[in-house]
């Protein structure tokens, strides 16, 4: 049973390029939350979704960050006209059951994957 | 507001006790959670405690909760090299869908 699967694990662009990050989360989650890592910070919440819908996103920048959840294939994290300060490891999570339903809170995780901008 | 802290950097002496904290400052957080990272992996779920808990165990784990002072604690006894590794603490308040997490401890476990 794969986990949560992330692509690519290292990606490396230069600033002005697009970077788009993929997340299929476990079999039979649909639930997806992005969190983005920065050296010696903790994991800031970005963006959560569902299938089709954008749940919660307070936690993405207003300009130049988008996610997307399709109905079919991996969610997409994608960020445009890459800066220096977007370096950082960008990790997804997945989730069985929505909150408010019981929910735990347990969410599996991805290996992340790690933007470089020059 | 939401906020959790974390000491950086915590070392032991395989064989001791270790002894993780973290403070936050949402007081109406429902679940609270230790995560552990190790290098160049995702976040695995440890364990966690309900906010009516004072106390949890699971093997060599013991969290502690004191809700006045948000002050949340992870033991692990017996500490092996195996568990250097970057703990996060973790809350979820209200009903909210989203985790806030910790700047994590960095556990280094010396021989």
């Known amino acids: 049973n794969a986990g949560v699967m992330q692509n690519p694990r290292h990606l490396v662009r230069r600033r002005g390029q697009e970077a788009r990050l993929r997340c299929s989360p476990m079999?039979?989650?649909?639930?997806v939350y992005w969190y983005r890592q920065l050296p010696e910070e903790g994991l800031k919440f970005m963006v959560y979704l569902q299938k089709e819908n954008i749940i919660d996103e307070s936690g993405m920048p207003k300009e130049r960050f988008s996610a997307e959840f399709p109905k079919e294939g991996p969610s997409i994290l994608r960020i445009q006209q890459v800066v220096r300060g977007d370096s950082a490891a960008y990790f997804c999570?997945?989730?069985?059951?929505?909150?408010?339903?019981?929910?735990?809170?347990?969410?599996?995780f991805g290996e992340g994957s790690r933007l470089t901008v020059l | 507001g939401e906020d959790v802290e974390q000491s950086l950097f915590l070392s032991v002496r395989e064989g001791d006790s270790s002894v993780i904290n973290c403070t936050y400052t949402?007081?109406?957080?429902?679940?609270l959670y230790w995560y552990k990272q190790e290098p160049g992996a995702g976040l695995q779920l440890l364990t966690y405690?309900?906010?009516?808990?004072d106390m949890k165990q699971d093997q060599r784990l013991t969290v502690l909760l004191n809700k006045k002072d948000k002050h949340l604690s992870l033991r692990i006894a017996d500490t092996q090299t195996g568990d250097s590794a970057i703990y996060f603490c973790?809350?979820?308040?209200?009903?909210?869908?989203?985790?806030?997490f910790g700047t994590g401890t960095q556990l280094k476990v010396e021989l």
């Open positions: 949402d007081s109406s957080s429902t679940y």
């Open positions: 973790a809350e979820r308040t209200g009903g909210g869908n989203k985790l806030t």
């Open positions: 405690i309900f906010s009516n808990m």
């Open positions: 999570a997945s989730s069985l059951t929505s909150p408010g339903t019981g929910f735990t809170g347990e969410l599996f």
């Open positions: 079999k039979g989650h649909s639930h």
